[in-house]
């Protein structure tokens, strides 16, 4: 089940889209802006949902990454 993050106005966060920094919250309506300088309104919901699914993502690609890493360690000390 999908939670609402609790954002905190002045911090930095990370999408799909880049880095950006909570510039506002009102209710479920947050104000952000990117490292680039665009500026949105934009659901806490929806913004809590991509945190949630990058950290899945992340967690599900570890292991692929460890397997990797171990058979390049493994082919380069042949």
């Not at 665009?38 to 990454?65: C, M």
């Amino acid at each position: 089940m999908i939670g609402t993050m609790k954002f905190e106005v002045g911090q930095k966060y990370k999408n799909r889209m880049g880095t950006y920094k909570v510039m506002a919250v009102n209710g479920d309506a947050m104000d952000i802006r990117w490292t680039k300088g665009k500026k949105v309104t934009t659901s806490v919901r929806l913004q809590s949902r991509v945190l949630e699914n990058i950290q899945r993502e992340i967690a599900e690609l570890a292991p692929l990454k460890a397997a990797r890493r171990k058979k390049a360690a493994a082919a380069a000390s042949i």
